[in-house]
C-alpha cells in the first residue's frame, strides 16, 4: 500500500533527486581522481555511484517490489544536503567495519572443534578483507572469498560490510548450536550426512541441527537416528497438514533453544531453519525422502 | 544503472551553458559558439564517451579546452568547431590509451600544444599517435626521436 512517502517519484521529483546525486558523483570522482579528471572509465563511474546510493542508504534499482523502499528514501533525501548524508555514510560503513571485525574475531575464537576446510579457509579470507575494506569509495564491496555456505543464506541484496556482517551473524548462530551439544554426537551426524566433511564444502550445522530437532520431538538420547525413529517421524507427519508438521518442529526449537540455553539470535537461526526442514518433510515424506533429511 | 545514463543529459546542460559563457572569452580572438555548434559539440562529446567507455557527469572538459585552444595559430572561425570537436575525442580516447596516467590539465595541454606545433592544426595526425608518445610528450615535450 503506497502512502506520501512511498508513492512514485513525481517527475519533478526525479530531475531534482539526479541533479543532487549528480553533483554528488561529480565530487567523489574528484576526490577519487585526486581532482585530475573530470572523467573516469565508465566501470570505475558505476562503482562509484554504488558507492554514493550504498552510503545514503537507498536501495540499488530493484527489478521488483522494494520501489516504495527506494521512493520513500530518496524522498528523504531530497531535502537534505547529500554531501553530509554521504560524510554520515562513511562514519556509518567505518563503525560497522569496526563492529563487524569485532565481531569476526568473537566468531573466530569460538569456532566448534570441526576441521572443515572451506570454513577455516572462509574466515581466513574474511579477515583478510578487512584491511582492504575501503569506507571512501567503494563500501559496496568487500572482496573475501566465501567458500563455507550456511545453512540460511544471506540476501543477496546486502552489499559490503552489512553482507559480512550478516553473514557472520548468522554463522555465529550456528556455531552456537554446534558448540553446545556433544562434540562426538555432532561429529558422528556429520561423518554419517557426509564422510569427506572435512574437505568438501558442506555446512555442518543443517545435519546436527535437523537431527537434533528430530531427537527433541522424539525423546531419547543422543543426535544419531536409528532407521525406526526415522520412519516413526514419517508416519507422525504422513497425512499430517503442513501447518502440523511446521508447529511440530518450531515447538521443537523452541524447546532446543531452551534446553540448550541459546542466545536470542541463534534461537530465531533455529526457528528459520525448522521451517525449512518443515518445507522439505512436506516434499520428502511421499518419496522415503526423509532418511536423507535426517541421519 | 539507470542513473549514469541519466546523467548524460544534466550534464550537456551545464556543458551547453559553460560553452556558451566561454564565448566572453574566445570572441576576443574572433572565435564563437552559436547554441547550434555547441549542440553538435556535445553530441560528439557524447559519442566520443560512449565509445571510449568513459562516463563525465559534470561540466567536462569542452570549456576548458575551448579557453585553452582560443589563441591558437591554428585555429580561425572557419574550423573552431571542427578543432574542438576532433580534440575533445582525443582526449578522451588518450586519457584512457595513457592508462589514466595523465590528469586532465596535463594531457589537454599535451594536446593543445601538439596540435599547435607538430600537427601543425592536423588532428588527425595527433590521433596517429599511441599511448605512450603521448605519455612521452606530456613528460619531456619530445614526439618519439623528434623535438616538439
Known amino acids: 500500500m503506497t502512502n506520501e512517502l512511498t508513492r512514485p517519484l513525481t517527475d519533478a521529483e526525479e530531475r531534482l533527486w539526479q541533479e543532487k546525486l549528480a553533483a554528488l558523483l ?20 558505476r562503482e562509484l555511484l554504488r ?15 522494494g520501489e516504495a523502499d527506494r521512493a520513500a528514501r530518496i524522498r528523504t533525501l531530497l531535502s537534505c544536503d547529500l554531501a553530509d548524508e554521504l560524510a554520515h555514510g562513511q562514519h556509518r560503513a567505518q563503525r560497522d567495519s569496526a563492529l563487524t571485525l569485532a565481531l569476526w574475531r568473537k566468531v ?10 572451506s570454513l577455516r579457509d572462509t574466515l581466513r579470507s574474511v579477515g583478510r578483507g578487512f584491511h582492504r575494506y575501503d569506507t571512501r569509495f567503494f563500501p559496496q564491496r568487500f572482496n573475501c572469498d566465501i567458500d563455507y555456505q550456511l545453512s540460511q543464506s544471506v540476501s543477496e541484496s546486502l552489499l559490503g560490510i552489512n553482507y559480512v556482517n550478516q553473514y557472520l551473524t548468522h554463522l ?54 536409528s532407521d525406526g525413529e526415522i520412519d516413526a517421524l514419517r508416519e507422525r507427519w504422513e497425512h499430517a497438514r503442513p501447518e502440523r508438521i511446521e508447529n511440530d518442529l518450531l515447538t521443537a526449537a523452541d524447546e532446543l533453544a531452551e534446553r540448550l540455553i541459546l542466545p536470542r539470535g541463534a534461537g530465531e537461526y533455529l ?25 | 544503472m539507470n542513473e549514469l545514463t541519466r546523467f548524460g543529459a544534466l550534464s550537456a ?21 552559436t547554441p547550434e555548434q555547441c549542440g553538435r559539440l556535445l553530441a560528439r562529446r557524447a559519442s566520443a564517451l ?93 614526439v618519439g626521436d623528434d623535438d616538439e
Open chain 1, 172 to 225: 555465529a548462530a550456528e556455531n552456537s548450536l554446534l558448540t553446545r551439544l556433544p562434540q562426538g554426537e555432532v561429529r558422528a551426524v556429520i561423518e554419517r550426512s557426509c564422510p569427506d566433511w572435512r574437505g568438501l564444502l558442506v555446512n555442518l550445522y543443517a545435519p546436527v541441527a535437523a537431527n537434533a530437532l528430530a531427537r527433541t520431538l522424539l525423546g531419547g538420547e543422543g543426535l544419531k537416528l
Open chain 1, 26 to 45: 561529480v565530487r567523489q570522482i574528484a576526490l577519487y581522481t585526486a581532482n585530475e579528471s573530470s572523467s573516469v572509465p565508465a566501470a570505475a563511474a
Open chain 2, 50 to 142: 560512449r565509445e571510449t567507455e568513459r562516463i563525465e557527469p559534470g561540466e567536462g572538459i569542452l570549456p576548458k579546452l575551448a579557453v585553452a585552444l582560443c589563441d591558437s595559430p591554428c585555429v580561425g572561425p572557419e574550423n573552431w568547431e571542427e578543432a574542438l570537436g576532433g580534440l575533445t575525442e582525443l582526449f578522451y580516447h588518450f586519457k584512457g590509451a595513457c592508462g589514466e596516467r595523465l590528469g586532465d590539465d596535463e594531457l589537454l595541454s599535451a594536446l593543445v600544444r601538439l596540435y599547435n606545433g607538430w600537427a601543425g592544426g592536423c588532428a588527425d595526425r595527433i590521433a596517429d599517435l599511441d599511448g605512450r608518445a603521448i605519455l612521452r610528450f606530456a613528460r619531456t615535450g619530445r
Open chain 1, 271 to 295: 526457528s528459520g531453519f525448522a521451517r525449512e526442514v518443515a518445507a522439505r518433510v512436506e516434499a520428502l515424506r511421499d518419496c522415503d525422502g526423509l532418511r536423507g533429511l535426517f541421519v
Open chain 2, 13 to 33: 546542460q551545464r556543458t551547453e551553458a559553460a560553452l556558451l559563457r566561454g564565448n566572453a572569452v574566445t570572441e576576443r580572438f574572433g572565435l564563437t559558439l
Open chain 1, 51 to 65: 558507492g554514493v546510493l550504498f552510503f545514503l542508504a537507498v536501495p540499488e534499482e530493484p527489478d521488483g517490489g
Open chain 1, 108 to 117: 573466530v575464537a569460538a569456532l566448534p572443534p570441526l576441521e572443515n576446510r
